[in-house]
């Protein structure tokens, strides 16, 4: 059974940094793209990164471009997501998500339960 | 604002049919595929159309959806009070090189 248990969400000031974990279990990590999701409050779903099977491509979306980067490391099945710069448009639940095939652009099949992330002063 | 249109929100009494739309542009739905997910507040996302037709294992037929152009909907028939959720649309988008999301469409059961 696909578990993906998410970490590292707290309350952090404007302009600081902060890294969210996914420990991922059930199935073969290394064989599957991975994504980061938000929601902030009252809002709808947000993507927010995409990471291929190998680490080798990645997408973001524009809000986070050049502030976040996301990694993988298959040995440890562990997905990161390191936010620099933050803001407060950047307070949300984030979500790591599984994908349904190596690439990144299929589906998002498995989600975790999400960490919050409060940017605030 | 969303680059996938949907509307905020959707109405129906148990056994009766809901049906919710998507609207994007020939970049995404247009060109890729699209899929759908159910939210509760509080829960994880749930996988519940992928490849604009496909039903995971375990997500109940009374879910179908369907693709034209740059347009999906998200039909629900025989409405449960279990169904009552938040429902997203999601698409590559191949300008963007990223995905996209609808605002959602939140359904209530009456």
């Known amino acids: 059974q696909v578990q993906l248990v998410e970490s590292g969400g707290g309350v952090v000031q404007p302009g600081r940094s902060l890294r969210l974990s996914c420990a991922a279990s059930?199935?073969?990590?290394?064989?599957?793209?991975m994504h980061w999701v938000r929601q902030a409050p009252g809002k709808g779903l947000d993507w927010v990164a995409t990471?291929?099977?190998?680490?080798?491509?990645?997408y973001f979306a524009d809000s986070v471009k050049g502030r976040f980067t996301i990694s993988r490391d298959n040995s440890k099945n562990i997905l990161y997501l390191q936010m620099n710069s933050l803001r407060g448009e950047d307070t949300a639940v984030y979500y790591c998500?599984?994908?349904?095939?190596?690439?990144?652009?299929?589906?998002?099949?498995?989600w975790g339960q999400g960490t919050l992330v409060t940017v605030s002063s | 604002q969303s680059v996938l249109t949907q509307p905020p929100s959707a109405s129906g009494t148990p056994g009766q049919r809901v049906t919710i739309s998507c609207s994007g542009r020939?970049?995404?739905?247009?060109?890729?595929?699209v899929n759908w997910y159910q939210h509760l507040p509080g829960s994880a996302p749930r996988l519940l159309i992928y490849?604009?037709?496909q039903r995971p294992s375990g997500v109940p037929d009374r879910f179908s959806a369907s693709k034209s152009g740059t347009s999906a909907s998200l039909a629900i028939s025989g409405l449960q009070s279990e169904d009552e959720a938040d429902y997203y649309c999601?698409?590559?988008?191949?300008?963007?090189?990223?995905?996209?999301f609808g605002g959602g469409t939140k359904l209530t059961v009456l």
């Open positions: 998500a599984k994908d349904t095939f190596l690439t990144g652009t299929s589906a998002f099949d498995s």
């Open positions: 059930g199935f073969t990590f290394s064989s599957y793209a």
């Open positions: 990471i291929s099977y190998d680490g080798g491509v990645k």
């Open positions: 020939n970049s995404n739905i247009g060109t890729t595929t």
């Open positions: 490849t604009n037709t």
């Open positions: 999601a698409a590559w988008d191949d300008s963007l090189n990223g995905w996209v």
